[in-house]
């Protein structure tokens, strides 16, 4: 009896997402892409209590698209779960390159894009007029930029409270139950995942709730139940990657010979010694403000996301190390500095709070970021902003490892600077039927990254043995 009970518990709660929440018919819908691209999709919506504590409560309203399957099929049908978290399922649909595996994975089943609580179609939070503004004649620093967050933090939880919106439910556990209800409410016995970054944690927590519900996942960008703050030395490593990559180019490896330690050399400097520069905005207008080490920081961040951008990495450092930061401000102008540039949205904030970080991984979190190359700005605004937007913590139970024998199919890029392909090789341990793809030079958008990876993912959707081992990309060009 007891060895049955999650069992038990998974067909209870599936019960009750059935009486509590209901989809609409379907809709024709044209959808049009980024590069004007138009494909003739569905549009439905399910109605889910906001706080399922409360079900009788306020009903909110969950958006979505279904890609028909081309032919006749009972594969389940297949769920995107978004980034972020705050990323739109359906505005990534939209995405050529990301469209492109929606319109093949059609041949294999149905495939949903779908808008998480809180995000596009789904978001019923209205936005919060305060800004987290910093001012321009001081270079930012760590207790600057919390000390900015936790008061528009502060803020925006009272405007929202007056607003009559509960960010409380705004959980990645609750939200695990909306896939449920979707399914519920599609009539399937089982949906896979796919998805990216936020979206591998969400998938995740629905796999630790709702086992019995999955047929099969493929992630990329994974990120742990308790991975939602980044370890620095994770983030160190890569950049230890990117010197290996650079290395691999001749000419680049003579020009930029010791990467890191060009970084080292020029945090030193900036924290020591802030600089003001002097820009244009977009606008053509004139801009001077201070930059220290952690706007370098920031900038250092936004680029280490994919080979794209990281790329371009080398080159700035070694005009800051020279003495010249104007390629650096404009990035930490138009993301850190420009008034207005930082708000807080409610969803994205509200999840990572609530899914939190273990006494454990806190204490290892603190003892790697002195001495780190970025610190904890990976992480900003968690775990700055925990105490201070209102919203519960997941329970411990939440974080905890657990074991699957779904069939999951992981993705991790050597040059992802936001998820660690070293984190994903030890989450990987926990499931029986496992599976793990390192791409060679592939980023954190990894879908992005070539074509072979739709192939991949189609393969893996079609019920073919998985692709493991290492897919190897060219190395990006670097400037020099």
Not at 355 to 379: A, M, W
Request: hydrophobic share 45%.
């Amino acid at each position: 009896m007891f060895r049955r009970m999650p069992e038990i518990v998974a067909v209870l709660a599936s019960l009750l997402c059935a009486a509590a929440s209901s989809a609409s018919d379907f809709v024709p819908y044209e959808l049009v892409a980024r590069d004007g691209a138009k494909v003739q999709v569905e549009r439905g919506e399910i109605t889910v209590p906001e706080n399922r504590a409360h079900p009788q409560g306020r009903q909110i309203k969950l958006g979505f698209v279904r890609f028909p399957a081309l032919h006749p099929t009972t594969t389940p049908p297949i769920v995107y779960l978004a980034g972020g978290p705050g990323g739109s399922g359906v505005d990534a649909a939209r995405q050529p390159a990301r469209l492109a595996i929606f319109q093949a994975l059609r041949e294999v089943a149905d495939v949903i894009a779908f808008d998480q609580r809180g995000t596009g179609w789904s978001n019923t939070i209205p936005p919060c007029p305060t800004a987290m503004d910093l001012p321009q004649d001081q270079a930012t620093t760590r207790d600057s930029l919390t000390a900015a967050v936790r008061t528009a933090a502060r803020a925006c939880a009272g405007f929202w409270k007056e607003a009559g919106v509960d960010l409380g439910p705004y959980n990645t556990w609750e939200s695990a139950a909306d896939i449920e209800a979707l399914r519920v409410a599609l009539g399937v016995r089982k949906v896979s995942l796919w998805g990216i970054s936020y979206g591998s944690h969400l998938a995740l927590a629905i796999l630790k709730r709702y086992p019995g519900s999955i047929e099969r996942v493929a992630l990329v960008g994974i990120e742990g139940l308790d991975e939602t703050v980044k370890l620095p030395a994770l983030t160190d490593a890569f950049y230890g990657r990117l010197q290996a990559a650079i290395a691999s180019d001749p000419e680049a490896a003579k020009a930029y010979p010791d990467f890191v330690g060009t970084m080292r050399r020029v945090h030193e400097r900036v924290g020591r010694e802030p600089v003001q520069v002097n820009i244009k905005d977009t606008a053509g207008k004139d801009i001077t403000f201070v930059m220290g080490l952690t706007d370098v920081r920031f900038a250092a961040a936004a680029l280490s996301t994919d080979p794209a951008r990281s790329r371009m990495l080398p080159g700035l450092y070694a005009m800051m190390d020279a003495g010249d930061f104007s390629r650096a401000a404009p990035i930490v102008w138009e993301g850190l500095r420009k008034p207005g540039a930082m708000r807080l949205t409610g969803m994205g904030e509200a999840m990572d709070v609530a899914s939190g970080i273990s006494p454990q991984r806190l204490q290892l979190f603190e003892k790697q970021v002195p001495g780190s190359l970025l610190g904890d700005i990976v992480n900003f605004p968690m775990p700055h902003i925990a105490d201070s937007l209102g919203v519960p913590v997941l329970p411990d139970s939440f974080r905890t490892p657990f074991r699957s024998d779904v069939p999951v199919l992981f993705m991790s890029g050597t040059l992802d600077g936001r998820t660690s392909p070293d984190s994903a090789r030890e989450l990987i341990r926990q499931f029986s039927r496992g599976s793990h793809l390192i791409v060679e030079n592939g980023g954190h958008n990894l879908f992005e990254a070539s074509p072979q990876i739709k192939d991949v993912v189609v393969a893996w959707f079609r019920g073919e043995a998985p692709k493991v081992g290492t897919l190897v990309l060219a190395p990006p060009p670097f400037p020099h």
